[in-house]
């Protein structure tokens, strides 16, 4: 997954999310919408029904799987800026020109291209050990004899703050949080480095930003500070960190020599952009998105490929079916997600002043396992009109609305200016298993979820872009 994913990782957070669907709302969305809207969106039943079958048992099983498959086994990691990202853009522009899908455009940008080298960080006292690790995104290299220093190891910002300078200057700093959500640990990875280096830390380690080891780091991206030395930065697995935390509060010393090298430049990319023309208002759009670059580490058939296909997948379903809304479906693959969300806010920033063209923007990034339903931004009537289109979707358990102001990771580059949108919402209790691993293989991906996946997010589409009234804002 990407940059600011949030998820639910464990079925408790499932469940008390779902706590939070419209819980005043579920009567008033009646009286809110009126029975005619409602009527109407119960009218979409069919038409579901057609998309699943032809998904679920037809022409359609288990292609999405097939051609994710192919995509993964050919490209593998997809990283921004290289060779091979631009290669795989290449290859969906032909696969969907294979299905008479004409309308394709492809706008370049300029994105970071971070090539990580030597990784190694041995541990010298009190024994030795080879502690594995992956650099952040960005991180600055060390000398050639890499840094060799005592170690520090805190639970928070606050522990750290709390130091006296003389305690942290010239050391490094191990981050070892215990996971909540991704959106609450993954803090000590994005600004981990700059908050020890104000400190006058040397270098930064953290404990990998999952619930589930078997001693595999986790990289991702991390952000420096402009006017604070940057300093080098990694992830070591939760059995290393765990190691260093008992040793420290033994009160042993610590000594950990740290050698990495990277390069960083800039390169040309390109977000891809797929309509399928409505047919009474195609300069109104209902988007479809996940990004198509992935980390280094591992084949990225996760993070993002399935939401990648997915969101291919819908505007090629529904033109073999020859359903077309009345609204544009378009589909985008942004570029360079994982360093920065680079391609969605060159998309915002070429796009603004078309933005209140934006009927809906939905955005697969968080696993495409079995489907629950959809995280949903915006105001309160437009999370009841999305709540009775979930409805439609009770009979395969996806019929959950999550209220989320902030859905996404792409995406929420355009939500923030008030357009409403939704990312799917699926049983990703093991999302962050894999995640930014060497484990992000196909291996992960099941054909039958995915199908699902591609099924339901086709016919929330279509639903969206069809009906008789604006998403209103």
């Known amino acids: 997954m990407s940059f600011s994913a949030r998820i639910f990782v464990t079925l408790f957070i499932i469940f008390a999310s779902e706590a939070k669907f419209l819980p005043k709302s579920r009567n008033g969305c009646r009286a809110l919408l009126g029975d005619n809207l409602i009527k109407e969106i119960e009218s979409y039943k069919n ?11 037809g022409d359609f099983k288990h292609k999405t799987y097939d051609e994710l ?12 800026g290289s060779q091979v990202l631009e290669d795989s853009i290449d290859h969906m522009i032909q696969l969907t020109r294979e299905e008479q899908l004409k309308d394709i455009v492809t706008e370049e940008l300029e994105v970071p291209h971070w090539i990580r080298g030597t990784e190694k960080v041995t541990m010298l006292e009190p024994r030795i050990k080879e502690i594995d690790v992956l650099g952040l995104g960005r991180s600055v290299t060390t000398p050639p004899e890499g840094i060799t220093a005592e170690v520090v ?7 750290l703050s709390n130091l006296p300078n003389k305690d942290v200057d010239g050391k490094i700093v191990v981050y070892d949080p215990i996971f909540t959500t991704y959106g609450e640990t993954v803090v000590y990875r ?14 930064s380690l953290v404990r990998s930003i999952t619930p589930f080891s078997i001693n595999t780091p986790h990289t991702g991206s991390q952000s420096y500070d402009d006017n604070i030395k940057k300093i080098p930065a990694g992830a070591i697995s939760l059995e290393d960190a765990d190691l260093l935390r008992r040793f420290y509060d033994r009160g042993e010393k610590i000594v950990l020599n740290i050698t990495m090298s990277s390069t960083y430049e800039t390169k040309t990319s390109r977000n891809t952009i797929i309509d399928l023309k409505g047919t009474d208002h195609p300069e109104k759009l209902v988007i479809v998105s996940g990004h198509i670059d992935s980390w280094d580490v591992g084949q990225g058939a996760m993070d993002d490929g399935g939401g990648l296909f997915v969101s291919w997948a819908a505007p090629v379903i529904l033109k073999r079916l020859n359903l077309r809304p009345k609204r544009t479906i378009r589909s985008i693959f942004w570029t360079a997600e994982e360093l920065g969300l680079i391609g969605a806010y060159a998309y915002e920033e070429k796009h603004r002043n078309e933005s209140h063209n934006i009927n809906f923007i939905m955005e697969s990034d968080e696993g495409t396992f079995a489907p629950l339903g959809l995280a949903v931004a915006g105001t309160q009537e437009a999370r009841c009109i999305i709540a009775e289109i979930l409805k439609l979707f009770k009979s395969i358990n996806a019929s959950t609305l999550v209220e989320d102001d902030s859905p996404g990771s792409d995406i929420n580059v355009i939500i923030k200016n008030g357009i409403p949108g939704a990312s799917l919402h699926n049983a990703n209790e093991r999302y962050f298993w ?3 691993t060497e484990g992000d293989t196909m291996n992960v991906e099941d054909p039958d979820e995915l199908d699902l996946c591609a099924a339901f997010w086709t016919a929330v589409a279509y639903i969206i872009a069809d009906i008789s009234i604006d998403i209103p804002r």
């Not at 498959?69 to 921004?80: E, H, L, M, N």
């Not at 190891?153 to 522990?159: A, C, H, I, L, S």
């Open 47 to 57: 038409v579901k029904n057609e998309i699943f079958k032809y998904v679920l048992e």
């Open 69 to 80: 498959a192919k995509f993964v086994d050919t490209f593998g990691a997809r990283p921004s």
């Open 153 to 159: 190891v805190v639970k928070n910002f606050e522990e």
């Open 190 to 203: 994005s600004q981990g480095a700059s908050k020890a280096a104000a400190k006058g830390a040397v270098a």
């Open 434 to 436: 894999f995640h930014h």
